[in-house]
Every structure is written in structure tokens, then in C-alpha cells.
């Protein structure tokens, strides 16, 4: 499943780790700084986004970088470097805005909601892709972001989460879902847009006004046809009168186009 290392989760992973190492050892003023305290939102956007480059301790680093490490990679690869910097700060941003509506005066750091998001993603494209846990137990992707939606969904509401932020958790499942559904139907509308384009090219009367298009197929000389395509463009001539040029196929309309031939007739 591991993947080699991507631009933007080598990039990450190094901001991540040297951000800690700064604030912990070096500059502990970075904390007090760019700590999210969602209650304070408004008062220090730029929290929104620092808060992620922010960690509790070691081990907290450890857990979100080895899940950008295993599933971000592969992640980066299918969607591109642009989608999934997208969707790893939008899914981070999603983080705080949960945390402002949940648990506005609890202060948050580090990029577990981004984490969450990446995972999300990785679970919606890879369904079925086993992950092994403790690298012996075997849970398909899908089984696995369930699991830790109950489990935050429970401990945040449950008010036994601990000082663990639940909500930052789930804020970055949820913006991160609707980036990819977003992004799935983004993509689907410009292929859309694409095919009827294409379709529009080969329809030489596309553009014209339903009565204007059945004009020139009125055009079309029968008696120049042969004997099949006079019977088939009899019927289309009909059903287009009776239901409008809408109602045929683009095939159909096409057909009808090229007996209408480009001087509008045949």
C-alpha cells in the first residue's frame, strides 16, 4: 500500500516536524501564537490553518505524520498535488470550524483533522483496500473510517473525549467529504459540458431554433435517397414534428444532419 513519497506529503511532513521542533525546543512563543482558540476565531484568523503545524508532544506528531506518511502519497498521486493540498487544508480548516461551533473555548493544535481528511479520501476512492492495524489485523479502509466517525462522533458528543478534539476530528471527515463530492461533480459537469460540445461540433444545426431545424430537414430530397434511408428519414422527419428536434438522439439529429447534407439538402 505504501506509496513513494509525493511533493506535497514530503513538503508536509517536513513543515510538520521542523514547525514542532521550533515551537518546542526553540520559539515556545509559536504555541501561544498559533494555538487555535476557536472562541477567538475572529479575532486571530490566521489560526484556522496555523493550529495544524502545531503538536501536544511527540507522540501526537508521530500518529498524524505516519498517517500523511502511509495514505497521503497515494492520495496525492490520484487526485494531483492542487486537489489534494485542497483537500488536506480544507479538511484542517474544516477542524476548526467544527471546533468553533462544538468547543469553543478548548484550544486545539495539531493536523488530525487534515489526517482524518486524508484518511476519508483514501477510504472513498480505495473502499476495499485492507490496512493493517498494529501491521497484524487486517480492516478494509471503509471498516476503518467508520470506525473513527463512531468513536468521535461518541467521545465528542459523549463529553469523554479526554483532551483529545473529537470535534477537530470530525470537522475534517465532513469538510472533507464535501470537497470530493464537490470535486467528483465539478469533474463529471466539465465532461458533460465536454460531450455536448462535442456534440453540438457534429450536429450542424445545433445551433439553430427548433423551427429553423426542422426547415432544413425539410429540405432533405427523398426521392435522392435510397430506399432505406428514405424510410428511416420519413420517420425521423415525423417524430420530429410530432415531439420537436429536443425529442430525437443526437444520433438521430446527427443522421438527419448529414442527409441534410451543408447547402440543406440532398
Avoid: C
Wanted: cysteine-free; charged content about 15%; aromatic content about 16%.
Amino acid at each position: 500500500m505504501m506509496s513513494m513519497l509525493t511533493p506535497w506529503v514530503r513538503r508536509l511532513l517536513i513543515a510538520n516536524v521542523a514547525i514542532f521542533v521550533l515551537s518546542a525546543y526553540f520559539l515556545p512563543y509559536l504555541y501561544r501564537d498559533f494555538v487555535l482558540i476557536p472562541e477567538l476565531l475572529w479575532q486571530r484568523p490566521w489560526t484556522g490553518i496555523s493550529y495544524m503545524f502545531l503538536h501536544g508532544g511527540w507522540s501526537h506528531l508521530l500518529f498524524n505524520m505516519i498517517g500523511l506518511f502511509f495514505f497521503g502519497p497515494r492520495l496525492e498521486q490520484r487526485l494531483g498535488g492542487p486537489d489534494f493540498l485542497k483537500l488536506y487544508f480544507l479538511a484542517g480548516f474544516g477542524g476548526a470550524a467544527f471546533s468553533f461551533l462544538f468547543e469553543p473555548g478548548a484550544a486545539v493544535v495539531g493536523a488530525s483533522g487534515a489526517i482524518y481528511g486524508i484518511l476519508l479520501g483514501f477510504a472513498m476512492i480505495w473502499p476495499r483496500e485492507r490496512i493493517y492495524i498494529w501491521g497484524v489485523l487486517p480492516v478494509e479502509a471503509w471498516i476503518l473510517v467508520s470506525i473513527m466517525v463512531g468513536a468521535s462522533v461518541y467521545m465528542g458528543f459523549g463529553g469523554s473525549g479526554g483532551n483529545t478534539a473529537h470535534f477537530a476530528h470530525l470537522g475534517g471527515l465532513a469538510f472533507a467529504f464535501a470537497y470530493l463530492k464537490w470535486r467528483d461533480f465539478r469533474r463529471g459537469s466539465a465532461q458533460r459540458d465536454f460531450k455536448r460540445r462535442m456534440e453540438q461540433a457534429a450536429e450542424p444545426s445545433a445551433g439553430l431554433s427548433d423551427r429553423a431545424q426542422l426547415a432544413r430537414w425539410g429540405t432533405i430530397r427523398l426521392d435522392g435517397l435510397h430506399e432505406l434511408n428514405r424510410e428511416e428519414v420519413s420517420h425521423l422527419l415525423e417524430k420530429a414534428k410530432l415531439l420537436g428536434p429536443r425529442g430525437l438522439t443526437p444520433t438521430e439529429r446527427q443522421f438527419l444532419d448529414r442527409m441534410a447534407g451543408p447547402s440543406g439538402g440532398r
